[in-house]
């Protein structure tokens, strides 16, 4: 079967698939035109038993555009079913794609009445404040990682799951300290991102009594919770309620939740729920028919394809509507089409414009659809409303990723000053840089600050403290490792754009030098809360610095316009020094002047400043939004290897 647009304008189907579930009847509707016949499997309500034998089975009748459809009388909320799929000669059982519910690993769908997984309160369930897109502070987290250790305080039974994030009182055992969202809140993020969070395949939900950890980028049911971050996955109903609980208690709290997407990929090929449906329809192929693989996991969706573009967009907005999803983080965005993630943000805008969506401006492998056609960073001009990670300026700051050893502007490289101060504009245009120089990119790809994500760690790669660790000298002491952190950091946090966080590095984590801990155990992946005792100065800096950039929007600028007439670079510098002033007055600030340094040398550097009178609010490691002291005259020194903010 040649999958191409005459396929797609012959059974393209714009109407609903799944299940139109009421209390006195069910219609079933999948979407498979390759196939010769398709089944409906009744399982009964104790389905989740494996070896449970089918109670019915109805053979379904063709629909339109090759759909395959059954419409049962009575309720049959609770009901486990798969799809018998009868295609290329070979009958595959199929959990429904567009399945709501599935049971233990996700093996079985199940009829499910939302309404009665909605926990009290949730039709009045509003999404926190947000003015603009820039005032967003985001805090990337994995779900277990931030309870399961003892140090969280959270009780046993809610140690790695949604639940722990429903506690607003947690903190580390016999002291007043602080963990998980009661810490998030405390710290003033906006929006927490957690990594995946729907079904995926690779922890196994019958064994929760051992410990196992995934970071969870092994998607198989879109649209269905995780099973093992619940307090029961035998009971479908169990993850549904618990999820939206958790959502609706970050919402109270005033920090929006962003679901990190896996459509670029599926967790097994062959035998995924697509390709048993509809066998080699949803991904791409290399000329040789083989399946190309730029996720390096596999496969590739084919996102240009448009029943895969249409499952990718209605899944993301069933995210919106039933869970009350503030924003998706794409994983390997550069694999989806252009088309595709505009037709998301356009029907994203019809709901809510703060929804935010960004992604990885890049993929793992190399694909067979035309990179000018992909969501990649260089093409974030082409989909305005949708942000791009800023590789430029988190290797800049603390070196490539690639390699170890080599070090960045915050770790004393030289010749990285262009990079960094790429991400001071969020990858907008801006006079003062030299886009010949940047480290990967050769022009602003931002259209407005909104479409830059800067950071310098995230869960991939070695988080901040260990990439200190590997490419510093081994005689590098702590103290000096706090000093290269805060430095790199407040690059970050001052920065225009939008900030972004792993969880922990607040706390000084470590993963003991894993670079890929995907599959990891939790020694390595948990947060050591204790860890925020003796690390509490960092702590308390980086909390302060995101103090200072909610109080004044000369850091969080809203247009490219204001960042040009604003934000202005200070010239003839030493080496490794960056400076800049803000027009504080004119980005409407209560600061009418503001001057940010940034020393990357590993020795004091004395520069000018404007003439006058100055308040110190930021030096050497210390930070006071209300001043540490004040300075007048044309020159300041700047203490090695750290950032000087100046305010008046
Ligand atoms: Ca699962």
């Known amino acids: 079967m040649k999958f191409n647009d005459e396929f797609d304008k012959k059974y393209g189907y714009n109407g609903n698939l799944g299940i139109i579930y009421s209390k006195d009847n069910c219609k079933f509707i999948l979407w498979a035109p390759t196939a010769k016949e398709v089944q409906l499997v009744l399982y009964g309500n104790n389905g989740y038993e494996y070896n449970c034998k089918p109670t ?102 809610y140690k790695g799951k949604f639940k722990a994030l429903t506690i ?17 809140k405390d710290m003033g993020f906006t929006h927490i991102h957690l990594l995946p969070a729907f079904d995926y395949g690779s922890v196994d939900e019958t064994k929760l009594d051992q410990p196992q950890f995934n970071w969870g980028y092994d998607p198989k049911n879109y649209n269905v919770p995780e099973g093992s ?18 959502i609706q208690v970050l ?28 066998p080699g329809y949803y991904y791409r ?75 990885e401006g890049w993929t793992a492998g190399p694909s067979p659809y035309p990179q000018e056609l992909r969501a990649m960073k260089t093409n974030a001009p082409q989909m305005p409303g949708i942000a791009v990670f800023n590789d430029d300026v988190r290797d800049a700051v603390k070196g490539s990723f690639k390699k170890d050893e080599n070090r960045g502007f915050a770790t004393g490289k030289s010749g990285l000053e262009e990079s960094v101060k790429f991400g001071i504009v969020a990858a907008t245009q801006h006079p003062q840089i030299d886009y010949s120089q ?47 952190d805060k430095l790199a950091q407040t690059i970050i946090f001052t920065s225009q754009g939008i900030p972004f966080m792993f969880n922990g590095e607040e706390v000084f984590r470590s993963k003991k030098l894993v670079h890929n801990s995907f599959e990891s155990p939790d020694s390595i992946n948990q947060i050591n809360w204790a860890n925020k005792s003796i690390y509490y100065d960092l702590f308390d800096y980086y909390k302060k610095l995101i103090a200072l950039r909610k109080k004044h929007s000369a850091f969080r600028m809203v247009t490219t316009t204001d960042i040009q007439s604003n ?9 490794n020094v960056i400076a800049y002033r803000l027009n504080g007055k004119a980005a409407g600030d209560i600061w009418s002047e503001i001057f940010v340094a940034f020393n990357g040398n590993n020795s004091l550097q004395e520069i000018s400043i404007p003439d006058g009178n100055w308040t110190i609010v930021c030096l050497d490691g210390k930070i ?12 300041i020194n700047l203490p090695r290897s750290s950032a000087v903010i100046l305010k008046r």
């Not at 050769?442 to 590997?470: E, G």
């Open 567 to 575: 934000l202005h670079f200070e010239e003839h510098l030493p080496e």
């Open 624 to 635: 006071d939004e209300a001043g540490i002291s004040s300075i007048s005259g044309n020159k």
């Open 168 to 184: 607003l009182d947690s903190c580390i055992p016999g002291t007043n300290v602080k963990t998980v969202v009661n810490h998030i």
């Open 285 to 359: 192929h290399n000329p040789d028919g083989t399946y190309s693989d730029a996720s390096y996991c596999g496969n590739e969706t084919a996102s240009e394809r448009e029943m895969v573009r249409r499952y990718i967009v209605q899944s993301a907005l069933y995210w919106v509507k039933e869970y009350h999803i503030d924003g998706f983080r794409f994983d390997l965005m550069g694999i989806h089409d252009l088309e595709t993630m505009n037709m998301l943000r356009d029907s994203l805008n019809r709901i809510d414009p703060s929804i935010f969506v960004y992604g």
């Open 56 to 157: 019915d089975i109805y053979t379904m009748n063709k629909g339109v555009k090759g759909t395959w459809e059954i419409e049962l009388s009575g309720n049959f909320n609770g009901y486990y079913y798969n799809y018998l799929v009868n295609v290329n000669g070979e009958i595959n059982e199929v959990v429904d794609p567009y399945a709501k519910a599935v049971g233990v690993n996700g093996n079985r769908g199940m009829i499910i009445d939302l309404s009665i997984t909605n926990p009290n309160g949730w039709e009045n369930d509003i999404k926190p404040k947000l003015k603009s897109a820039t005032d967003s502070i985001i805090y990337e987290a994995h779900i277990r990682d931030l309870s399961i250790d003892e140090s969280s305080g959270i009780k046993d039974e």
């Open 438 to 484: 940047i480290n990967y990119s050769t022009s602003p790809y931002a259209l407005y600050p909104s479409q830059s994500i800067n950071y310098v760690s995230s869960h991939d790669d070695l988080c901040l403290v260990d990439k200190l660790i590997v490419s510093l000298p081994e005689n590098t002491s702590e103290s000096d490792l706090l000093r290269y």
């Open 251 to 278: 919402h109270k709290n005033g920090i929006r939740v962003i679901m990190d997407v896996v459509y670029n990929h599926t967790y097994v090929t062959d035998g995924s729920n697509f390709n048993l449906t509809v």
């Open 229 to 246: 971050y619940s307090t029961d996955p035998y009971k479908p109903e169990t993850r549904i309620r618990e999820m939206k609980q958790m």
